[in-house]
């Protein structure tokens, strides 16, 4: 079940500039960054909320590692702007089987790694009314023996 918008990806030329832009107008800060080699993002995760399931909301700001990523040839078509938005579920896996079942396009076989240790799918903008849409299992919280 999709219990929440775990984030909305904007697309931007320059993520230094991008967060400080979101830091000095919103005051939005910087929860999390990382390079995901797969994707093809250098990214910043700012938290906005929590929410009632357990996990929260972010916004994840994107700029490309390499001109042929995802989001490389999306900028370079569009420009700077809203690139997806993810659904967050418990169950990454069972949630795109039942949404691959109603026909719409899947776009990874089995999850891969997101952020923080997610575990994401896509589905086809094409199949969603023109919006790129990710799902999300967030990696479950750290452990510690004692
Ligand atoms: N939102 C809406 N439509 C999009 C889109 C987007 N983000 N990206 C591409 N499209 C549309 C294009 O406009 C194009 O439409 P037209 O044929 O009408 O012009 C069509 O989809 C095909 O686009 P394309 O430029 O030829 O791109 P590809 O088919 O090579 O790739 C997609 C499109 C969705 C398969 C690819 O972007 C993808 O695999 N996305 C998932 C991975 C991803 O986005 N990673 C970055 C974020 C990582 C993260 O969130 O952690
Ligand atoms: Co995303």
Not at 36 to 49: S, Y
Not at 80 to 86: C, F, L, M, R, S
Not at 127 to 143: N, R, S, Y
Request: negative net charge; hydrophobic residues 35%.
């Amino acid at each position: 079940m999709l219990t929440r918008i775990d984030h909305i990806g904007i697309a931007c030329f320059d993520l230094d500039k991008t967060v400080e832009f979101y830091r000095a107008t919103y005051g939005f800060e910087v929860f999390h960054t990382e390079v995901n080699e797969e994707q093809g993002v250098r990214e910043a995760m700012l938290k906005i909320n929590e929410t009632s399931d357990g996990g929260a909301s972010y916004l994840q700001l994107l700029e490309p590692t390499r001109e042929d990523s995802a989001v490389g040839k999306w900028l370079a078509k569009n420009g700077e702007g809203v690139h997806h938005i993810a659904f967050g579920t418990a169950d990454v896996d069972g949630d795109s089987d039942a949404i691959r079942g109603k026909g719409v396009r899947v776009l990874y076989d089995e999850p891969r790694t997101g952020s923080m240790g997610s575990r994401i799918t896509f589905l086809h903008p094409k199949d969603c009314h023109g919006v790129l849409t990710e799902l999300v299992t967030a990696a479950p919280p750290a452990t510690t023996d004692h």
